[in-house]
C-alpha cells in the first residue's frame, strides 16, 4: 500500500507545513492547472475522461435525457461517489430516485466557467486516485468499501488539493441528495412549511426543455 | 438628462424594476446617481438618494424574484438567490462562499440579525486604518432611523427555538456572556426557512424596505444587468456599460445598456466589488484592492440529543453567545481564547446533510435522527493580521485566496471545543465536528481529542457568509483603496458602499453596518451632486 497522499502528489515540503492550513506550496502551479493536469493524465495513457466531454457523439444519461454540464464518464464517476457516499436501505432512496446525477449537472450548467471546470477536472482525478492508494481501477470501477475507503483518503490528506476534491464533490453530493423529496421521509424532515408547490425557475425550465424533460 | 431614450421617459418618473427580458435592445441610460447591486449597502444608498430626490438607476446582476416566486425548496431558492449556487470555494478549496445575487442581494437569505456595530471596532478602525466619520456618533441616528424601518427589535421569547434555549441554558450553565439577538422581522410566523427567502415577507429585507421605498421615490432598478466596464477620462467615471444578462440561460443576452451619470456607487457586495475594480485594470492605481479580505467563517459542531430539536423550524439567531466576540491574548501575545461569536446552527436538511462528515450507512445513521439532531455554528472574527485577498480567477470571477493562519487555526479550535463544551453541558449524547476528519465525541471526556484534531483548508467543512475588505477604507492609496467619504482614491465620483470598505470583519453580523455606512455615503455622495 502507498503511504497516504502517494509521494509523487507531495508539494513542498510533503505536505507538512508550519502553518497547517495553507504551507503547500506548489512551485507557482496553480490549482486549476494542478488539478487539470492530474485530470488530463489518464488521457496520455489511453483514457478519454476529461476530453469525453468533447469528442461523445451522445452525452446522454441512464434516464434518456441529455447532460449539458457533465460528460458521460464525468456522470458515472459522480454516481459512484454517490452511492458510495450516501446511505443505502434504512428507507433512504437510491441516487437514482434522488435525481443526484442530474441534479448535479443542471446546477453545473449554470455556474462561472472557472466552477464548472473545477468541478469537471476534480471528477477526472477521482476516477484515476484510486491507484496511488493501492487499489487498481478506476473509481467507478471498484467496489464500494474500496471506494469509501478511497474517499476517506482523499478527504483527510495533507494534500490541500485533494482534500479539496474528495470535500467539494461529497458535499455537493450530499446537499443535492438531502435535498430532495424523495430522502426526506427517511430522515423525518416534514418538508418546507406550508407546503408550498414547487416553483421553478427561467433557469430550471431551460434545463429541462433542453435536456428532453418534457419528452 | 435631455438625452434620455424616449422609452425610458415614463420609468425615469415612476420608479420601477425593469427585468433582463424587458430589455430587448441595446440602450443608454441617464441618471444622476448609478448604483452597482441592490444589496444591504446598495439598496439603502438608493433610497437614501431616491428620497432625497435625486435621479437612481440600480444594476442587479441577479434576477428579481418577488416573494410569489419562492417555493422554501432548498436548492430551487438557492439558484434562485445565491451567486453562482453557492457552490463558489476559496481558492484552497476548504471554505464555500455564500452571497447573494438578486434583487435585494444577500439579504433575502440572511439571518436578518441586526447587530449595531461594536464601538471597539469602530475605534479599532479610526485609530488604526484612518476611518473619520464613521463613529458611534455619526451612525447611531442611522440606525436609530434603521430600526424603526426595518423593525429591529431583540428576540422574544417565543422565537426561541428548542435549541435557541439550549444554547442560551449553556451559556447561563458556563457563566457565559449572551443576549437576545436583535432582528428585522415584522409578524414571523416561525417557518424557518430565512436562508431561502420569505415568503411571509416577515424578514425585513431588503427586497421588501429600501428597494421598495427608493422605487416609490422613483429610483429605476434594472435586474438581470451585469456592470462590465467603467468609461474613464482623468478621474471621473463618464458611464459604465453593462451587459443584460438571459437569465434562463444565465448568459450575456447581447443587450447592452450604457448608464451615463454623475455619480457611480459600487455595492457589488464583499466578494465582488474589489474583483470588478481589479477587472478595471486598477491595481497599479490602487495597490491595496482586493487585501485585507476577511470572510467569518463559520466552524459547525453538530449534536445528537435525547428530545426532539427539530432545527429547521423558527427563527435562527434568536440568541447569541457574545463572551467570546473579541479574541483574548496574554502578555506575551499569546492567544487564550475568543475570537467568535457563537450562535445556534439551523439549516435544512440538504445543508446539514452536506456538512455531515460521515459516510453510507454511519451518514444514513444519523440523518434518520435528524428531527433530534441540534448543533451550533461560530462565525470567526478574522484576525486583522491574517486577513486574506481577492484576486481574479482566470474567467474574472472572484478568487479567495484566505490563509487561514495559526491565530485564526486557534480560534477554531477553540470554538469547536467551547460549542462541544456547551452541548454535552444541555444533553448531547454524541457530538459529530462538521469536517472531514469525521471527530466524534461521546462525553466530555473526549473533549481533549479536540486538541489533536487537525485544523486545515477542506479539514472543517465550513461556509462563508459575511465577506469583508478588498476596498477598505483609509487615509490615501498607499493603505487603502477608498477615503472616509466612501470615494475611490484617485477619482471624483466614484464610491464604493457595502463590506468591502470595512478594514476588518465587524465581529458581528454586518448588514446592519453596511447600512449605517450606506447613509454616510450617501450623504456625501449627495454633496458632490
Not at chain 2, 419562492?70 to 484552497?92: C, G, T, W
Not at chain 2, 426561541?160 to 442560551?168: E, G, W
Not at chain 2, 444514513?364 to 448543533?375: F, L, S, V
Request: net charge neutral.
Amino acid at each position: 500500500m502507498i503511504e497516504q497522499d502517494g509521494a509523487g502528489l507531495r508539494g513542498d515540503g510533503a505536505g507538512t507545513t508550519a502553518s497547517g492550513m495553507s504551507g503547500l506550496h506548489w512551485h507557482g502551479l496553480s490549482r486549476r492547472r494542478f488539478i487539470r493536469g492530474l485530470a488530463l493524465l489518464p488521457t496520455a495513457v489511453g483514457g478519454s475522461f476529461v476530453l469525453g466531454a468533447c469528442s461523445e457523439p451522445q452525452r446522454r444519461w441512464r434516464d434518456g435525457r441529455a447532460l449539458l454540464a457533465l460528460s458521460v464518464a464525468q456522470a458515472q464517476t459522480l454516481e459512484a461517489v454517490a452511492r458510495a457516499a450516501l446511505p443505502a436501505g434504512g428507507g433512504f432512496p437510491d441516487v437514482d430516485e434522488a435525481q443526484v446525477v442530474r441534479r448535479f449537472d443542471e446546477e453545473l450548467s449554470f455556474v462561472s466557467e472557472s466552477i464548472r471546470g473545477d468541478l469537471q477536472a476534480a471528477l477526472g482525478v477521482l476516477e484515476y486516485v484510486p491507484s496511488l492508494y493501492g487499489h487498481f481501477g478506476r473509481f467507478s470501477a471498484l467496489g464500494g468499501d474500496a471506494q469509501r475507503a478511497v474517499l476517506d483518503a482523499l478527504c483527510g490528506s495533507r494534500v490541500e488539493l485533494l482534500r479539496a476534491i474528495g470535500s467539494n464533490v461529497r458535499i455537493l453530493v450530499q446537499f443535492f441528495y438531502f435535498a430532495h423529496p424523495a430522502t426526506w421521509a427517511a430522515t423525518g424532515y416534514d418538508g418546507p412549511f406550508g407546503h408550498l408547490p414547487e416553483r421553478l425557475s427561467e433557469q430550471r425550465r431551460w434545463y429541462a426543455e433542453r435536456t428532453g424533460a418534457s419528452a | 438628462m435631455s438625452t434620455l431614450l424616449g422609452s425610458h421617459t415614463e420609468a425615469r418618473r415612476a420608479g420601477r424594476i425593469v427585468q433582463g427580458h424587458e430589455l430587448t435592445e441595446s440602450q443608454a441610460i441617464e441618471a444622476e446617481v448609478c448604483v452597482i447591486g441592490s444589496g444591504c449597502g446598495g439598496a439603502t444608498v438608493a433610497r437614501q438618494l431616491a428620497m432625497a430626490g435625486h435621479d437612481v438607476v440600480v444594476l442587479e446582476r441577479g434576477g428579481y424574484y418577488p416573494e410569489s416566486s419562492f417555493d422554501q425548496r432548498e436548492i430551487n431558492m438557492n439558484a434562485k438567490l445565491s451567486a453562482d449556487r453557492s457552490m463558489r470555494a476559496s481558492a484552497d478549496g476548504g471554505t464555500l462562499l455564500l452571497s447573494g445575487q438578486n434583487v435585494g442581494g444577500a439579504s433575502v437569505h440572511y439571518w436578518a440579525d441586526s447587530y449595531r456595530t461594536p464601538e471597539d471596532r469602530l475605534q479599532l478602525w479610526a485609530e488604526r486604518y484612518g476611518v473619520e466619520g464613521h463613529d458611534l456618533a455619526r451612525l447611531t441616528p442611522a440606525w436609530d432611523e434603521l430600526t424603526g424601518t426595518l423593525n429591529v427589535h431583540p428576540a422574544t421569547e417565543d422565537y426561541h427555538n428548542r435549541m435557541n434555549q439550549l444554547l442560551r441554558s449553556g451559556a447561563q450553565q458556563l457563566g457565559w456572556e449572551g443576549h437576545a439577538v436583535p432582528q428585522a422581522r415584522k409578524g414571523c410566523v416561525k417557518s424557518g426557512h430565512c436562508m431561502q427567502g420569505c415568503v411571509y415577507r416577515a424578514k425585513q429585507s431588503q427586497l421588501v424596505t429600501h428597494i421598495p421605498q427608493a422605487i416609490d421615490h422613483g429610483a429605476r432598478v434594472y435586474a438581470d444587468v451585469e456592470a462590465a466596464e467603467l468609461l474613464r477620462e482623468r478621474g471621473q467615471v463618464r458611464a459604465l456599460r453593462a451587459r443584460v444578462i438571459d437569465r434562463a440561460r444565465n448568459q450575456p443576452s447581447g443587450v447592452e445598456l450604457t448608464v451615463r451619470a454623475r455619480a457611480f456607487v459600487l455595492a457589488a457586495g464583499g466578494y465582488y466589488s474589489a474583483p470588478f475594480l481589479l477587472r478595471q485594470g486598477l491595481q497599479k492605481q490602487l495597490p491595496m484592492l482586493g487585501r485585507n479580505f476577511g470572510m467569518n467563517p463559520t466552524a459547525m459542531v453538530h449534536g445528537l440529543y435525547d428530545e426532539d430539536i427539530v432545527l429547521w423550524r423558527n427563527i435562527p439567531a434568536a440568541f447569541g453567545v457574545e463572551q467570546f466576540r473579541l479574541a483574548r491574548y496574554d502578555a506575551a501575545g499569546a492567544y487564550v481564547e475568543g475570537g467568535y461569536l457563537l450562535m445556534a446552527n439551523q439549516i435544512q436538511p440538504g445543508l446539514l446533510g452536506s456538512m455531515m462528515p460521515l459516510m453510507g450507512d454511519a451518514l444514513g445513521e444519523w440523518m434518520a435522527q435528524m428531527p433530534r439532531i441540534g448543533g451550533t455554528i461560530a462565525w470567526i472574527d478574522d484576525p486583522a493580521d491574517e486577513l486574506g485577498e481577492l484576486q481574479l480567477a482566470r474567467d474574472g470571477t472572484p478568487k479567495v485566496v484566505y490563509p487561514y493562519g495559526p491565530k485564526t487555526q486557534a480560534i477554531l479550535r477553540d470554538t469547536i471545543r467551547k460549542q462541544a463544551q456547551l452541548q454535552f453541558a444541555v444533553g448531547a449524547r454524541r457530538l459529530l465536528v462538521a469536517g472531514a476528519d469525521a471527530l466524534q465525541l461521546d462525553s466530555t471526556a473526549d473533549l481533549p481529542k479536540i486538541d489533536r484534531l487537525p485544523i486545515r483548508a477542506g479539514g472543517l467543512f465550513m461556509a462563508a457568509p459575511h465577506p469583508s475588505g478588498g476596498c477598505i477604507m483609509g487615509r490615501s492609496a498607499r493603505d487603502s483603496v477608498t477615503g472616509p467619504s466612501h470615494r475611490v482614491h484617485g477619482f471624483d465620483n466614484l464610491f464604493v458602499a457595502d463590506s468591502s470598505v470595512f478594514p476588518t470583519p465587524v465581529s458581528v453580523d454586518p448588514s446592519f453596518t453596511i447600512m449605517a455606512f450606506s447613509y454616510v455615503a450617501a450623504e456625501h455622495i449627495r454633496q458632490m451632486l
